[in-house]
């Protein structure tokens, strides 16, 4: 059913959609992590690296990367783009490790936001012409510690976001999101 609303959805905004249709590929969107210059995908047990090479097949013009993940759900678990150039990381060894896979893959240099929590990493950016840099995070009442952390991007405008009950049933920020660059005559 959820495939399904997303297709009508992306239909109806003209947007190209592109099926798997290889039965053994999995990729699940919380596994890619689009930094704008490439995607780096997480191998874990929602995503499988046939999936990765459809991703890899369908955006020729980007690098895909892999990146294994252990103990956690899927990348975003973890990690998110907390900015342009700007990836947001938890504190957790998985992630610190994830990371360094992450860094020694890529030939671009990213800047890094390390907080306490794993899944505090998990935030949303936007850039929005009226607006700036703005960031949805998770509430200052969920985690403390983190929510500070973001608090030092004063550039940005911020935007806490409380979590907690779909955080019970797995669900993070980037999970309740679908982000669509479009023009405003929509």
């Known amino acids: 059913k959820q495939v399904e609303a997303m297709k009508r959805v992306l239909g109806s905004l003209n947007l ?3 099926e798997m249709v290889d039965e053994n590929a999995t990729l699940d969107g919380g596994d890619v992590l689009f930094t704008g210059r490439e995607f780096f995908v997480g191998l874990s047990r ?4 046939r999936g990765a090479e459809i991703l890899a097949d369908t955006f020729k013009d980007y690098a895909v990367s892999t990146v294994p993940v252990h103990d956690s759900l899927h990348l ?22 994830a990371l360094k896979t992450m860094q020694q ?8 936001l390390t907080v306490p929590d794993d899944a505090a990493a998990n935030c949303i950016y936007l850039n929005i012409p009226s607006k700036g840099h703005v960031l949805l995070h998770r509430a200052p009442e969920e985690y403390p510690e983190s929510a500070k952390v973001f608090e030092k991007l004063k550039d940005h405008m911020l935007i806490p976001i409380a979590n907690t009950e779909l955080e019970k049933v797995d669900g993070s920020l980037t999970c309740c ?10």
């Open 76 to 97: 975003k678990s973890f990690c998110s783009m907390a900015g342009p150039n700007l990836i947001a990381i938890g504190s957790s060894e998985a992630a610190q490790k």
């Open 16 to 18: 190209n959609i592109v």
């Open 46 to 49: 929602r995503t499988n690296q």
């Open 177 to 186: 999101s679908v982000l669509i660059n479009k023009t405003s005559e929509l």
């Open 105 to 112: 893959m890529s030939d671009h240099r990213y800047d890094k």
